[in-house]
């Protein structure tokens, strides 16, 4: 849209703009508290104590303690660059919102075409400056500024009210129901039209590819060459359940990382960043997601709801803090990954290998590391000297690379130890073929460790990564193939 610079009349109608959910997809109320919670999640019980202050001191009190950096809001561009044409034209914009004035002055500051800003301040007031009152507010303003009528830009239906006393009317993201009844009053309304939540967006805010970890929870069944049905439904059903609740704590993850996510090249389009998918619709999500999971993990034994409340303890723990530890969040991350295979044991009833674990561990530590140095990699691309939300920094990579390699070896070296144990031995009629599984395996680490430090992952998890990777798959075959003949024979 190419800017209209012809000026505007001196008595140009005056246009006060809504900020949450009209000029940003989000809601700075909400990214507050977010803000508020991943400083400390004990704040959260102190934002219960504001309740009773009401809505303009529950908000002042908020305000008071965090406030989201406006550089890092999504905003609704096409309309910014509305207000930008108008703002190029002369016609005075003034934000007018219901959150705190400090919060409404910030935004206004940061994206310079608004000659004014109004928001709700409890020391003056008192005042929640929404529906009725925003009108007050407006009109009062608009007189003092020698104006008879002005114009308003909203989104719910609450600015019905609002818009009521206006001369002219934009909607901006408002549901259909909004947009119907404010037609009835402005046929004329300026409609900015509201983008659906697609399916297609939910499953990339619950992250359903990451689905695809949780087959580690079939492994102990795997290596212990069950056949019954019985157990394979009830690793099945483990595996809805540990699905529904990784997808949960993903919300949360993203929900406080919001910050960090925004910052990032690639993390930014993440739906919860874009302001794709709004704060309270990913919080609701991820709270009947988490439930039905507990459900279904009381279904299959207490034994493996312990596991899976063992487990959305630690993932939300590495999301507000651990993540922030360097080394810490590694081990946690293998952690986390090789108690799929021990939720698994659970659920199946199967006895699991110390030898598996081990492998596991070190395979996995091997796999966290490779996230890491891919972040960091990209780090140095953007020559950055801080990883965003992490402890890390670019001159920590050699050291990083060296644990992930040694890492990656030791698991290697585990898997040939096992091979001549007794375990071994009682297990597979022709264990001595398990010997070329080593070679593969090695093969495999050494070429994502390649990848890695060429830069051909970009900063993507690398189980995802192998997914789609067809020399994985490939390994992963010929691995398969090993482990039958050496059960089998020829």
């Known amino acids: 849209m190419t800017p209209n610079t012809t000026p505007a009349p001196t008595d140009a109608c005056p246009l006060y703009v809504d900020l949450d959910g009209t000029l940003t997809r989000s809601d700075t109320l909400h990214e507050s508290a977010m803000l508020f919670v991943r400083a400390n999640p004990l704040n959260l019980l102190r934002m219960l104590t504001w309740l009773p202050l009401g809505k303009a001191g529950f908000k002042q009190r908020l305000a008071s303690a965090v406030r989201p950096d406006p550089a890092r809001l999504p905003y609704n561009e096409p309309f910014v660059q509305y207000l930008r044409d108008e703002h190029a034209r002369g016609r005075p914009l003034v934000l007018a919102s219901a959150a705190d004035a400090r919060i409404v002055q910030d935004v206004a500051s940061h994206l310079a075409v608004f000659d004014d800003s109004l928001g709700t301040n409890a020391q003056a007031d008192g005042i929640n400056l929404s529906r009725g009152n925003k009108r007050t507010a407006i009109d009062a303003h608009a007189r003092a500024q020698g104006h008879g009528s002005w114009a308003y830009a909203g989104n719910s239906r609450d600015d019905l009210d609002v818009w009521a006393g206006s001369a002219e009317a934009v909607a901006v993201n408002a549901p259909s129901g909004v947009v119907a009844s404010l037609q009835r009053t402005h046929p004329q309304a300026r409609v900015f039209e509201r983008e659906p939540l697609s399916l297609k967006t939910v499953l990339r805010a619950i992250r359903l590819k990451q689905w695809s970890k949780n087959g580690l929870l079939f492994i102990p069944l795997l290596a212990a060459h069950s056949l019954d049905p019985a157990l394979w439904g009830a690793v099945f059903l483990a595996f809805i359940a540990f699905g529904l609740c990784a997808s949960a704590t993903y919300l949360v993850n993203d929900l406080l990382d919001l910050p960090n996510d925004r910052a990032h090249r690639i993390k930014r389009n993440r739906p919860l960043a874009s302001g794709a998918i709004g704060i309270t619709t990913a919080v609701g999500l991820g709270a009947a997601m988490l439930v039905l999971a507990f459900v279904l993990a009381f279904a299959v034994s207490i034994g493996f709801a312990v596991m899976l409340l063992a487990y959305t303890v630690t993932t939300l723990a590495y999301s507000m803090y651990l993540k922030r530890l360097a080394l810490i969040d590694v081990l946690v991350l293998s952690g986390l990954y090789t108690l799929r ?116 992952l970009h900063g993507e998890d690398p189980l995802q990564f192998a997914l789609k990777d067809p020399f994985s798959w490939a390994t992963l075959l010929v691995m398969g193939g090993i482990g039958f003949v050496a059960t089998v024979g020829f």
Request: proline content about 3%; charged content about 20%; hydrophobic content about 55%.
């Open 341 to 456: 295979i021990g939720a698994g044991a659970v659920a199946s009833g199967v006895d699991l290998s110390n030898w598996l674990l081990a492998i596991s561990i070190f395979l996995f530590l091997s796999l966290a590391l490779v996230k890491r140095c891919a972040e960091l990699e990209e780090l140095a691309d953007d020559r950055s000297t801080l990883a965003p939300g992490r402890g890390y920094q670019p001159r920590d990579l050699a050291s990083l690379r060296a644990m992930g390699m040694s890492s990656g070896f030791m698991a290697v070296l585990v898997l040939t130890l096992y091979i001549d144990s007794q375990n071994s031995q009682k297990l597979y009629a022709h264990a001595d073929w398990l010997w070329a599984a080593a070679p593969v395996l090695l093969l495999w680490v050494m070429r994502i460790w390649l990848k890695t430090g060429r830069r051909e």
